[in-house]
């Protein structure tokens, strides 16, 4: 990708960020304030290099955002504190007002069979662990699990 110095408008660059959300050019031109043959508009904005650029720019900048945020739930998963759902299984009676404040990310599946129990099931922590080593090796650092040992890759006793 090159980058190109040029000066987008403010509605070019509304295009360019739209487009880069939804896929679809008329209602990215539609959506930057191109209200007259927003179709073909937009098509001619897509043949120049500086806007491809830009929409370039913007869905290499929404992947890296979604990977940051895929690892900060595997670590949420991997790490997080069960006190909130464990609560949860052994309170009498929660309501809404307890569960609204409560940190439930780690529950995968909760079931309230017909004898009143309450069944909950978590995500999995060594999953979790797994993704968060393929992302770490994707990005070319050592595996995590090594890191976690702090000893290069030796067993931990």
Do not use: W
Not at 45 to 69: G, N
Request: glycine share 8%.
């Amino acid at each position: 990708m090159k980058f190109i110095d040029s000066k987008l408008k403010d509605r070019e660059k509304q295009f360019c960020a739209c487009y880069a959300e939804t896929g679809d050019v008329r209602l990215s031109a539609r959506l930057a304030g191109y209200r007259l043959n927003s179709r073909a508009r937009g098509i001619r904005l897509l043949s120049r290099d500086d806007i491809r650029d830009e929409i370039e720019r913007h869905l290499i900048s929404k992947e890296k955002l979604a990977r940051h945020l895929a690892v900060l739930g595997y670590r949420r998963l991997a790490f997080g504190d069960t006190g909130d759902a464990v609560s949860l299984v052994c309170s009498e009676n929660t309501g809404e007002q307890d569960l609204s404040g409560m940190d439930l990310f780690m529950i995968s599946e909760v079931k309230k069979p017909k004898d009143g129990a309450l069944e909950v099931k978590f995500f999995d922590r060594l999953k979790a662990l797994e993704k968060l080593e393929n992302a770490c090796a994707d990005e070319g650092a050592k595996s995590l699990f090594d890191a976690i040992g702090g000893q290069g890759g030796e067993e931990i006793d």
